[in-house]
C-alpha cells in the first residue's frame, strides 16, 4: 500500500520558520515529481511548490518564493518544504502528493499528481 506521511507542522508566530517533511512508503518515487499543495480555511487547494525526479527543476507558487524551499532526499524516499519568514495567510492545511508517470516536470497542477497524504496543520498566529 503505497502511503505519503506528512509531518513537521504545528503552530507557530508570524516571522518564524517551519520544515515540513513527507515520506513515502510502499514504492519509491525517486522517479517522479513531488509537489506540495495547500487548503486554507475557506479556500480552494493550491500549489506551493514541486520538485523534478532528480531535484534539479524547482517550481514555485508567487506567493512563496524566496521564502519556502522544495528539496528531496530519493535515498530516503521523502521531500522537504522549508518554510521562511511565515505569514497567517500561510495558515492551512498542507499535502503532499507524488506523480505517477516517470520523470515527469515539477508541474503545478494537481492534476498531474496521483497519490496524496493526508495533510498537515501548519498555524501561523499574529
Known amino acids: 500500500q503505497v502511503q505519503l506521511v506528512e509531518s513537521g507542522g504545528g503552530l507557530v508566530r508570524t516571522g518564524d520558520s517551519l520544515l515540513l517533511s513527507c515520506t513515502a512508503s510502499?514504492?519509491?518515487?525517486?522517479?517522479?515529481?513531488m509537489g506540495w499543495f495547500r487548503q486554507g480555511p475557506g479556500k480552494e487547494r493550491e500549489f506551493v511548490a514541486s520538485?523534478?525526479?532528480?531535484?534539479?527543476?524547482?517550481n514555485y507558487a508567487d506567493f512563496v518564493t524566496g521564502r519556502f524551499d522544495m528539496t528531496r532526499d530519493n535515498a530516503r524516499n521523502t521531500v522537504y518544504l522549508q518554510m521562511y519568514s511565515l505569514k497567517p495567510e500561510d495558515t492551512a492545511v498542507y499535502y503532499c502528493?507524488?506523480?505517477?508517470?516517470?520523470?515527469?516536470?515539477?508541474?503545478?497542477?494537481?492534476?498531474?499528481?496521483?497519490?496524496w497524504g493526508q495533510g498537515i496543520q501548519v498555524t501561523v498566529s499574529s
Open positions: 502528493a507524488a506523480s505517477q508517470r516517470p520523470y515527469s516536470d515539477a508541474s503545478s497542477d494537481p492534476a498531474d499528481y496521483y497519490y
Open positions: 510502499g514504492r519509491t518515487f525517486s522517479n517522479n515529481a
Open positions: 520538485i523534478n525526479w532528480s531535484g534539479s527543476l524547482r
